[in-house]
């Protein structure tokens, strides 16, 4: 058997190796949770609402410490990172922490929605939270990284490392996956998945597209993230 590697291959694992190690390095730095400047939200605010960060599995909120000065950078105000417990393994437990710290930022603001930028997990954690309950309509804009929206066969990878139902509730046509997909997010909602074809981590490959639709509520980006970011966070993509 002739076992060939593309250099591409090995440039994009090289990538992947280099990224988690200077996550395993900035960790630490985001185990406790800082308090975060907050000030009543105004429209004429480089950023339409408030964005809350929202971290993926087996991480904490140093995950999107760059993200958060890139934005910074831009003028964006308002700027919120979270830590919520993986380790439990209940998703609906995960909806509750994203629950109680948008009603935080809210009441820290003034502002009646949020904007989300999510990771893995944490977007099929927003998305649940934005499509059901008490959280339809507090989020406007949730934007996903990487987050497999249909499911993932990887998540058998999870069962020696974490409690609970979380491995089965992640599997592609699961009970939680197949009730997400159900669930339509109030009228005034948009979700954008920004996904790359070579994450190891969703499987099969295309479980990270939406359906998208006529009327833009549901977009799909490849490869693309500090620029996409700025774009559907401007004022002029906001309804």
């Not at 990487?146 to 409690?163: D, E, I, N, Q, W």
């Not at 996956?177 to 997010?185: A, K, L």
Request: aromatic residues 10%; proline residues 4%.
């Amino acid at each position: 058997m002739v076992l060939t590697v593309s250099v591409d291959g090995v440039q994009r694992s090289l990538k992947e190796v280099w990224a988690h190690a200077k996550a395993l390095k900035a960790y630490p730095f985001g185990v406790v949770k800082v308090g975060e400047y907050a000030q009543h939200h105004m429209d004429s605010m480089v950023n339409p609402r408030p964005v809350l960060l929202v971290h993926g599995i087996i991480h904490n909120r140093s995950a999107f410490f760059p993200l958060k000065r890139e934005l910074q950078k831009w003028g964006f105000q308002n700027i919120f990172t979270m830590n919520y417990s993986t380790r439990h393994g209940s998703v609906m437990g995960m909806v509750e922490e994203v629950s109680v710290e948008v009603k935080k930022i809210l009441d820290r603001t003034g502002a009646s929605q949020v904007d989300i930028v999510a990771h893995s997990l944490g977007g099929l954690v927003s998305r649940y939270f934005m499509s059901v309950g008490e959280g339809r309509g507090k989020v406007n804009t949730l934007i996903t990284i990487g987050s497999a929206h249909h499911g993932t066969k990887a998540s058998v990878l999870l069962r020696p490392m974490l409690s609970g139902s979380i491995s089965r509730d992640l599997q592609d046509g699961s009970y939680f996956i197949n009730s997400m997909q159900m669930m339509e997010p109030s009228w005034d909602s948009k979700i954008v998945s920004i996904y790359s074809p070579t994450d190891w981590t969703v499987w099969p490959r295309n479980s990270c597209l939406l359906k998208e639709s006529p009327s833009g509520r549901y977009k799909n980006i490849s490869d693309v993230f500090y620029i996409t970011c700025h774009l559907y966070f401007s004022h002029k993509l906001s309804p």
